[in-house]
């Protein structure tokens, strides 16, 4: 993939759910760039399409009309098979849940999806990863034997360990506690910094928002607000003050 293209794009993209009266626009001709190891946050109010956003350039879920695109590939055009090698080569995924195996280990978790895709695990980026999110001394366990935080930066390892294109993360502090938080908060930044890694994360926490390099608001299935290197406060304030009739504002 050429180094001039965007990790993530969504191009004019609509999706809706159900139909007729009962048809509810997620969203609503939302185009953003999501640049090479840059962190990106999208929030907005419940129901705004922040997590629609990011399942549609996951390709987790397929849109109406538009374009995503993943690097040079175009996501919304391929059939099941390609994206099933899209997302195991090129995407990796951060949950709330975790969604780790109880019966392996924190090692072979990390390790799975790479398992599954008959990849060859890089020992030397592997012990790298590892060692960014300090689980050297837990790989023997099982998720049950984990902390909250530990199991959570378990997941971040299992995301980066295959060096994909973009990590798309979706509320992954919402389950833990403000210092388990802050470690995974870290990973994830350190992760941009050290390893040049993309990272789109969906949060409605302003704390976390601050981590990023820039937070994308969304309001009614549109994008209405962007803030750059921002603050928890600035966050804040911003999603106070957020409705479906402003226009997009960058500071």
């Given at each position: 993939?050429?180094?001039?293209?965007?990790?993530?794009?969504?191009?004019?993209?609509?999706?809706?759910?159900?139909?007729?009266?009962?048809?509810?626009?997620?969203?609503?001709?939302?185009?953003?760039?999501?640049?090479?190891?840059?962190?990106?946050?999208?929030?907005?109010?419940?129901?705004?399409?922040?997590?629609?956003?990011?399942?549609?350039?996951?390709?987790?879920d397929?849109?109406?009309?538009?374009?995503?695109?993943?690097?040079?590939?175009?996501?919304?055009?391929?059939?099941?098979?390609?994206?099933?090698?899209?997302?195991?080569?090129?995407?990796?995924?951060?949950?709330?849940?975790?969604?780790?195996?109880?019966?392996?280990?924190?090692?072979?978790?990390?390790?799975?999806?790479?398992?599954?895709?008959?990849?060859k695990?890089d020992?030397?980026?592997?012990?790298?990863?590892?060692?960014?999110?300090?689980?050297?001394?837990?790989l023997?366990?099982?998720?049950?034997?984990?902390?909250?935080?530990?199991?959570?930066?378990?997941?971040?390892?299992?995301?980066?360990?295959?060096?994909?294109?973009?990590?798309?993360?979706?509320?992954?502090?919402?389950?833990?506690?403000?210092?388990?938080?802050?470690?995974?908060?870290?990973?994830?930044?350190?992760?941009?910094?050290?390893?040049?890694?993309?990272?789109?994360?969906?949060?409605?926490?302003?704390?976390?928002?601050?981590?990023?390099?820039?937070?994308?608001?969304?309001?009614?299935?549109?994008?209405?607000?962007?803030?750059h290197?921002?603050?928890?406060?600035?966050?804040?304030?911003?999603?106070?003050?957020?409705?479906?009739?402003?226009?997009?504002?960058?500071?």
């Open positions: 993939m050429t180094g001039g293209v965007a990790a993530a794009r969504a191009v004019d993209v609509w999706k809706s759910y159900g139909t007729g009266e009962a048809a509810v626009t997620a969203l609503a001709g939302v185009s953003a760039e999501f640049e090479r190891g840059r962190f990106t946050a999208i929030m907005g109010p419940s129901g705004s399409g922040k997590s629609t956003l990011m399942h549609c350039l996951a390709g987790l397929a849109i109406d009309t538009g374009e995503v695109w993943i690097g040079d590939t175009r996501v919304d055009g391929l059939r099941d098979r390609g994206l099933t090698d899209l997302r195991r080569r090129h995407v990796g995924f951060i949950f709330q849940q975790f969604n780790l195996l109880p019966t392996l280990t924190a090692a072979e978790n990390i390790t799975l999806p790479m398992a599954i895709g008959g990849q695990v020992q030397t980026w592997f012990d790298a990863v590892v060692e960014a999110v300090g689980l050297r001394d837990r023997g366990h099982r998720p049950t034997q984990l902390s909250g935080g530990q199991q959570q930066r378990v997941a971040c390892a299992r995301a980066l360990v295959s060096r994909p294109d973009v990590v798309f993360a979706d509320e992954p502090t919402g389950n833990l506690d403000s210092r388990s938080g802050a470690e995974v908060l870290g990973f994830l930044r350190r992760s941009v910094r050290d390893f040049g890694q993309t990272i789109v994360m969906v949060t409605h926490d302003p704390v976390a928002a601050s981590c990023a390099d820039r937070v994308v608001f969304l309001a009614d299935g549109r994008i209405v607000r962007e803030l290197a921002p603050t928890a406060d600035a966050v804040l304030e911003t999603m106070k003050h957020l409705d479906g009739g402003e226009r997009l504002v960058v500071a």
